[in-house]
């Protein structure tokens, strides 16, 4: 009889290993078909990796819940979350090629596995559960991290699973933002656009042989220079206000010199760039013009212009700072 019940014994042990063994190595089959390594659960998969063991498991598995239809919120971050929870899983798996692994990364799907959502009792994303290896109810033995953890997901991930599982994370491998393939690709297109390129330049047919293009730089730049763009944008003030009074009126220009509203730098650019485009006309083109009444005759009309749109910005700087600026006239004029 003795012998008997050690016969027996010895085969229910051997049995249990032999059907521990299998788990993982169908677990290591699935990891193995995931390019990150996070293996894919659903009501099925949950049932038969982690149904209630009479003695402890030899490995954990790492839950990441996801909901397909939510991953578009941006106040939950499914999406950016799931990324971040593959690049710690092929990391782990990239620092500990072993082939006896003690945690397993795995996600699970709303739509997919609402039982297995009902058995951790999930009602709410993002979540992740640590099932260590002695628990046996899904949602009273695991490891539930905290939903603060969710803000650094990635450092808060390593802490939680070095504190839960005694193992160690190692270095996190972010993969590159461009691969070897398109590398590749880039230096060939590159190579092949060279040669264009340089016919290009040496026949002189390039966007920089172009003198409209830096006639319009030119241009740009004055007017930058002029409204008061730079310190629109290092002040961060705005184009324009709403009026406190009638909320349907917007304010353009403000008067006082505390505050100097983007469409006025914009305005007082303007007319300087007018002015600054006659005087171009002027010294540049106007020479050129062999008809002396035409030359009189654009003559005045840039002098003309340009004293109106100088007269317009100092009214509205007299308006907005309440400092006159005026004209000194010889004392034999009075």
């Known amino acids: 009889m003795l012998s008997s019940f050690i016969v027996v014994s010895v085969s229910l042990v051997i049995s249990k290993a ?8 169908h677990l290591l089959v699935l990891q193995s078909q995931s390019k990150s390594g996070v293996i894919h659960l659903d009501d099925q998969s949950v049932s038969k990796f982690l149904r209630s063991p009479k003695t402890p498991r030899p490995y954990s598995l790492l839950i990441f819940f996801d909901a397909v ?11 950016d979350l799931s990324q971040e929870f593959a690049v710690v899983a092929s990391s782990f798996i990239a620092n500990h ?15 997919e596995s609402k039982s297995s959502f009902n058995l951790f009792g999930v009602n709410s994303l ?12 899904l949602k009273d ?7 603060a953890g969710f803000t650094r997901f990635t450092e808060s991930l390593v802490d939680f699973i070095e504190s839960k599982t005694k193992l ?9 933002i461009i691969s070897k393939t398109q590398v590749g690709s880039i230096l060939g297109f590159l190579l092949i656009w060279s040669a264009f390129a340089a016919k290009k330049v040496f026949s002189g047919e390039t966007v920089l042989h172009n003198p409209r293009i830096w006639l319009s730089g030119a241009i740009f730049v004055y007017f930058f220079s002029v409204s008061g763009a730079m310190h629109t944008i290092i002040r961060r003030m705005p184009m324009f206000l709403m009026d406190r009074d009638d909320p349907d009126k917007l304010i353009f220009f403000y008067r006082g010199t505390g505050v100097q509203l983007g469409l006025e730098g914009f305005a007082a650019g303007f007319l300087y760039t007018v002015v600054g485009l006659l005087l171009a006309f002027v010294s540049h083109v106007l020479v050129y013009v062999k008809d002396p009444k035409a030359q009189r005759l654009a003559m005045l009309f840039s002098i003309l212009v340009s004293f109106w749109a100088v007269k317009q910005v100092i009214f509205l700087d007299n308006w907005k700072t309440g ?3 005026h004209g000194f006239w010889p004392s034999s004029w009075n």
């Open 141 to 147: 033995d695991s490891e539930r991290m905290q939903q």
């Open 97 to 111: 090629n072993s082939a006896n692994p003690k945690l397993f990364f795995c996600d699970i799907e709303f739509r």
């Open 323 to 325: 400092y006159a600026i």
């Open 126 to 137: 993002p979540n992740l559960y640590l099932v260590g290896p002695a628990a046996k109810s």
């Open 18 to 25: 032999e059907s521990q063994s299998h788990l993982i190595d």
């Open 168 to 176: 160690t994370v190692g270095p996190i491998h972010r993969p590159p």
């Open 69 to 79: 239809q939510l991953r578009d919120k941006s106040d939950l971050s499914l999406r």
